[in-house]
């Protein structure tokens, strides 16, 4: 089976007034299917250039990034667009809802870009908004509603297009630590009982936690990639 | 992406900002009714002076006698004496010409009963109500009879009815004195209002224009021919046979000028009009010049806004929009908003042409086509306008979007 995420080699520079900084300095990484994958490391390790890369927002310098066996360089910024339209679910740290506008609009705006027929994206959106467990708030607008509530209709955006991969990036970096928990017992759920496949970047090792691995970056390179033992 | 889609993005968008749309759109709003009631104030003006002038009949010709030389000055057109009623005979029998009407005026104090007024008599045949295009009121017009017996009959322009006959008694088989000969009155007048030139063209008595000439005047010339031409198109042909008719009867040979002079209303109005003409394109240079300020505010309230969405613009592309669909999205947004402003502009214009027309009693005609060209020129300026703030937005990269605070 095509591993989800096929990365050899990767390498991301970026020239900062003259000065080249080696964000990524030759990553080697696979994720298959059905894995809940960490990324820890301190700020400045490359772990979030590394989630860019891999969310096809930003392309790699040097090495190859192969997406559900499909080569990233070979693709135009209009096919990256598509590929995170279709198979890439986005979460942020800052939810990014957009303001004054419902659950369940927000929750269908990939769907949007995905091209689905309009009479399918509701019917999607609160099936998705059920499975995170806020369909009664599908008419709340955005701000009307808690930060918990918030990352979990982000979520169900992320699910609309039943994408290959979930990226998330500091899911739980805006909420409280009760909520937090929630939230990462919401990834674990869903990749225990749906086998979505999910990648977290954070740099808490209690979120690390839920993963099943957890990889560590330093300075851009891969120091420490290991299965969470069941026993632990 | 279906333009559907695009267009919905858009409307979404706008509807989500409603304070913010409201304020771009001010500027076109206020761009497009300044053009709508400029153009409506020179369209009206031109139309009023147009129809003052149709009112004097636009086949209208006018023969007046040349000006005479005595002891060095000279006299301006109308000083000679020259023009006949034969010479009115002769040009009624050319083809194109459908009447004639020789006319002699006079200024004299008209007396009814107590009341007096001084006044134009103005001495013409029955074709004139015909070449004035000028209806009665009531009663009846001069009859070939009357000319033929230069009868003592008068028909009243309506500001002569109102000065004679105050407290409204019928002018009709009243006497009227005129230079000391009494005239009944067998007809009045339609009101014409003012001419072309201000004059106020009811304020005269019309009678016979030989009872003009044999009891008034005493003379064997006229003030002027008023000559119909059949057909508005023949008025310049029917001009050159009146010169070389009147040329031969008067034994006018060139170089010697000619002692008459025939002058077309159509010229006078030519005149008039280009001048309302001049007037609307600068109201409407004007008003187009506020409308592409309009469009820059436009501009700039978009660029400001794709500064404030950098985030939106960064989600949405992370969440799989192509730049074209963010491209897409904002030119729509632009051209809702100047399309939108500019029809709202449209009922704006309306409504403050009535008022202007209402409060300063100036006469005011919209004409569609501003209409329309309003509403395309607003949508062109969202186009034009909207492009650089909508290519700005397509172009962000979404991870700097993403991250922009």
């Keep these: 089976m095509v591993p989800v995420v096929d990365v050899r080699g990767l390498t991301k520079t970026y020239d900062l007034d003259g000065q080249l900084v080696h964000a990524l300095a030759g990553i080697d990484l696979t994720i298959s299917q059905g894995e809940f994958v960490a990324v820890m490391g301190a700020s400045g390790s490359g772990k ?37 339209s279709r198979r890439l679910g986005f979460v942020f740290q800052s939810y990014n809802l957009l303001p ?13 870009y995905a091209g689905v027929p309009e009479a399918d994206r ?53 909420l409280d630590s009760k909520t937090s928990v929630d939230v990462m017992n919401l990834f674990t759920k869903l990749n225990a009982e749906r086998g979505i496949t999910i990648l977290l970047v954070t740099h808490e090792p209690d979120v690390a936690a839920f993963a099943k691995r957890i990889v560590t970056f330093r300075d851009g390179l891969v120091v420490s990639d290991h299965l969470k033992s069941v026993a632990a | 992406m279906t333009f559907k889609g695009t267009f919905a993005l858009a409307i979404g968008a706008l509807i989500r900002n409603r304070s913010r749309s409201l304020l771009t759109m001010l500027g076109v709003i206020i761009g497009v009714a300044a053009v709508i009631v400029t153009v409506a104030i020179g369209v009206g003006a031109r139309v009023s002076v147009q129809n003052q002038i149709a009112s004097l009949g636009s086949n209208l010709l006018i023969v007046q006698p040349g000006s005479v030389t005595a002891g060095g000055a000279r006299s301006g057109f109308g000083g000679a004496s020259t023009l006949t009623p034969d010479d009115g005979m002769a040009v009624a029998t050319l083809p194109g010409v459908a009447a004639v009407s020789p006319t002699v005026t006079i200024r004299s104090q008209a007396v009814a009963g107590t009341q007096n007024w001084s006044t ?30 230069a009868a003592k009959v008068a028909v009243l322009g309506q500001t002569v ?29 339609a009101s014409l209002g003012q001419s072309g030139q201000g004059q106020d063209q009811d304020d005269t ?29 023949n008025v310049p042909a029917v001009q050159d046979e009146i010169t070389s008719l009147l040329e031969g009867r008067h034994r006018i040979v060139p170089p010697t000028p000619d002692d008459f002079s025939v002058r077309n209303l159509q010229d006078v109005a030519a005149a008039a009009s280009s001048t309302g003409t001049v007037m609307e394109v600068l109201l409407a240079s004007v008003a187009a010049v506020s409308l592409i300020v309009g469009g820059i505010g436009i501009m700039n309230i978009m660029l400001v806004s794709v500064t404030e969405r950098t985030r939106e613009i960064g989600l949405r592309m992370a969440l799989g929009a192509r730049g074209g669909t963010i491209l897409r999205q904002f030119l729509t947004e632009a051209v809702v908003l100047s399309t939108v402003g500019g029809i709202l502009g449209v009922i704006i214009g309306i409504g403050g042409t009535y008022v202007v027309a209402a409060l300063a009693k100036w006469p005011t005609s919209i004409p569609l086509s501003g209409v329309f060209a309003a509403v395309a020129f607003s949508a062109m300026v969202g186009i034009f306008f909207g492009y650089y703030p909508a290519r700005k937005a397509s172009s962000l990269s979404p991870i700097e979007a993403l991250r922009f605070e």
């Design chain 1, 48 to 84: 979030s250039t590394f989630m860019n890369v891999v969310g096809m927002l930003d392309t790699p310098s040097t090495g190859t990034y192969l997406f559900e066996g499909t080569d990233a360089s070979d693709l135009d910024a209009d096919q990256r667009a598509d590929i995170r």
């Design chain 1, 100 to 112: 004054r506008t419902s659950a369940i609009e927000n929750a269908e705006l990939p769907m949007v």
């Design chain 1, 122 to 174: 509701r019917r999607i959106a609160l099936e998705k908004l059920a499975v995170v467990g806020v369909e009664q708030l599908a008419d709340h607008r955005s701000n009307q509603m808690s930060g918990g509530q918030q990352q979990r209709v982000a979520i169900a955006r992320a699910l609309v297009n039943d994408p290959g991969l979930i990226l998330a990036d500091e899911p739980t970096g805006a």
């Design chain 2, 120 to 149: 134009t008599v103005t001495g013409v045949a029955p074709t004139y109500t015909f070449v004035r295009s000028w209806p009665l009121a009531s009663g009846t017009f001069l009859s070939q009879s009357d000319i033929t017996s």
């Design chain 2, 161 to 189: 009815v109102a000065n004679l006959f105050p407290d409204g008694t019928d002018p009709l088989g009243q006497t009227v004195i005129v230079s000391g000969v009494p005239f009944t009155v067998v007809g009045t007048l």
């Design chain 2, 205 to 233: 008595i019309v009678v016979p224009y030989t009872s003009a000439m044999q009891r008034i005047t005493g003379q064997k010339t006229v003030n002027a021919l008023d000559v119909s031409a059949s057909d508005a198109d």
